[in-house]
């Protein structure tokens, strides 16, 4: 799955992504991660109803014991989501369907759909509740700001590709697009070339900057006016297709440009074109869909929507098409919505030549290989859009328009989700087909397909990535009773400890009974965002319980506290606590915090 090599050029790009991956390696691992201060929950200072830990003797085994080691777990059968908008004639998403009104098919087969939700773009919704510690002038509980992100929109300009001309159009059209972005948008600035890149943030100053700086980054410039005209299409049929065609266009091409009167020496100065040509047509498109690849890991990172808006002319991919699978394959995992616009606008051929273009096609057969080029070209960004639910905006040289419709967030969308029955570990694609039962002509926009594994999910390993799914979401899932308090303490006007405070309701909880102790495990997981949605800091601890009697008595009727600790500066973050059982049941939840 991960990429072979990385353009040097590009490293320095998603630092920031190997710091933070290396912090959530740390989390799901057992291993300590820095800047986090998190202890038992039985070491802590609690409250009467909190957990009481025994003194480990071989006589006299601990009733709990909290530590980061990993537990096996029981995975439920894992479900395939469906984010769909539905979108009447005027293009307006309607959101009072319901879930009988839609059918759901996997190659093919009605499937049942287990999971059916219906939302609403909005402001995040977090939840403030604050510990009962009293405040002092530098004790606070957590008081929810109104900003904190949900959606996030990454704005991917393939400069390796764009001209001059089509880039400053789409540029303008891109500024006007961040005024409608929300308080709750963040957005983030990134190229295929790896250069000129914004991170997520909101600040429209640094948008406006990052936009002036982009330029185009071609591979190789071929100049103003080559000889012969050379496409990556070309040679592609030239060289991997044997297309004769193809070859004496160019032949012909370079008799005339470089008056050569004689077929058979005008070949070789065409073949070598051909062939320079496809090593760096391979090489931007290899480079464009690594950054892709690259850019839906980043947005994967980052609590909330996920939408990335990619504006290109297009290209083409003949031995690269994997590699456009496995983006695809990455974003549906990961819910990124790809949607795509053509930067050329309104793209017409001219075969006598077209002064905004350039020189035209000199005969009628170079004429036709443009006009397949140019259809070729778009494939790609409708492959990318139609594989994750996304919307390909071409055809039109209304790029404002064209903005509005790909960048900004549905305001219902309906999240379906099927568990695929006998499903083989075979690794093969499975087409998904999503329609209405109601009548109307509604438009529908969908994922088209998933993956199969390809061999058995290891249970833990599965256990782990739930919970990091559940972590770098902003769903509030409510399978266990759990409430969310936070706290924060200053001891100086530059630092502040953040208390993590989660408090569990057990009566749910399945109990194996064994040697006359009430065994079972919870798993407890804290994540810290900033205000532009970047991982700051988290903790797992696993709780083992081995419950007395009485113990468990008092448990049911008190609950069980757990806190974790971590020092952060003074600033606005998003917390999520996740609390997952052995029998794979999760309680997720947010909380703004605002440190002063």
């Not at 994997?322 to 983006?327: I, L, N, W, Y």
């Amino acid at each position: 799955m991960a990429p072979a090599s990385r353009n040097a050029r590009r490293a320095p790009v998603f630092a920031h992504l190997t710091a933070c991956l290396t912090l959530i390696l740390c989390l799901f691992t057992g291993k300590p991660a820095p800047a986090v201060s998190s202890e038992a929950a039985a070491q802590q200072p609690s409250p009467p109803s909190a957990t009481s830990v025994s003194v480990p003797t071989s006589q006299n085994p601990p009733e709990i014991t909290s530590h980061e080691a990993a537990s096996t777990f029981k995975v439920n059968v894992r479900l395939v989501q469906v984010r769909v908008v539905v979108r009447d004639a005027k293009g307006k998403p309607i959101g009072t369907l319901h879930k009988e009104d839609f059918r759901l098919f996997d190659d093919g087969k009605a499937q049942v759909i287990a999971n059916f939700d219906v939302e609403k773009s909005g402001a995040l919704q977090a939840n403030g509740q604050a510990a009962s510690r009293p405040a002092s002038s530098n004790t606070g509980t957590s008081a929810p700001p109104s900003d904190l992100p949900q959606r996030y929109v990454a704005y991917v300009f393939d400069d390796v590709h764009l001209e001059y001309d089509d880039l400053v159009h789409v540029r303008d059209a891109a500024e006007k697009n961040f005024a409608a972005l929300q308080p709750t948008d963040r957005a983030a600035i990134f190229t295929t070339s790896g250069q000129d890149n914004l991170d997520f943030t909101d600040d429209r100053i640094k948008l406006h900057e990052a936009l002036q700086h982009l330029m185009p980054h071609p591979i190789a410039d071929p100049g103003a006016n080559p000889c012969p005209r050379m496409t990556y299409y070309l040679a592609d049929q030239i060289i991997n297709n044997k297309d004769p065609q193809a070859l004496a266009a160019v032949i012909a091409d370079v008799m005339k440009c470089m008056s050569i009167s004689k077929p058979e020496q005008a070949s070789p100065v065409a073949n070598a074109a051909a062939s320079q040509a496809l090593t760096t047509g391979n090489a931007e498109t290899r480079l464009a869909l690594t950054s892709l690849k690259d850019i839906v890991r980043r947005l994967s990172t980052t609590p909330g929507q996920h939408t990335l808006v990619l504006v290109s002319p297009g290209f083409i991919t003949p031995q690269q098409q994997p590699d456009v699978d496995d983006v695809i394959e990455r974003a549906a995992h990961v819910n990124v919505t790809i949607n795509a616009l053509d930067a050329r606008g309104l793209f017409v051929v001219m075969p006598f030549g077209d002064e905004t273009k350039g020189p035209g096609a000199s005969s009628p057969l170079e004429a036709q290989y443009e006009m397949n080029n140019a259809s070729a070209d778009a494939d790609v960004m409708a492959e990318l859009a139609d594989g994750t639910g996304g919307s390909f905006f071409h055809n039109s040289n209304d790029f404002d328009e064209g903005f509005r419709t790909i960048a900004s967030a549905p305001e219902y969308y309906y999240v379906l989700a099927f568990s695929p029955q006998n499903l083989k570990l075979n690794g093969r694609f499975h087409k998904l087909k999503v329609t209405l039962s109601t009548g109307e002509k509604f438009s529908i926009q969908a994922r088209r397909g998933y993956f199969a594994p390809n061999h058995a999910a290891d249970r833990e390993q599965e256990a782990k990535q739930e919970i990091e799914e559940a972590l770098f979401s902003q769903e509030e899932m409510r399978d266990l009773p759990v409430d969310l308090h936070t706290q924060y303490f200053k001891p100086s006007d530059s630092e502040a400890t953040l208390t993590v405070l989660a408090h569990i309701d057990v009566r749910p909880l399945h109990f194996r009974k064994t040697e006359g102790r009430n065994n079972g495990n919870l798993t407890i997981v804290s994540g810290v965002f900033d205000r532009s949605g970047n991982f700051v800091t988290g903790s797992q601890k696993t709780l083992e319980m081995h419950l007395k009697d009485e113990t468990l008595a008092n448990k049911l009727n008190s609950g069980l506290d757990v806190r974790s600790h971590f020092d952060v500066k003074p600033g606005r973050y998003l917390v999520r606590l996740v609390v997952r059982d052995e029998e794979g049941q999760i309680a997720a939840q947010n909380s703004a915090v605002q440190i002063p």
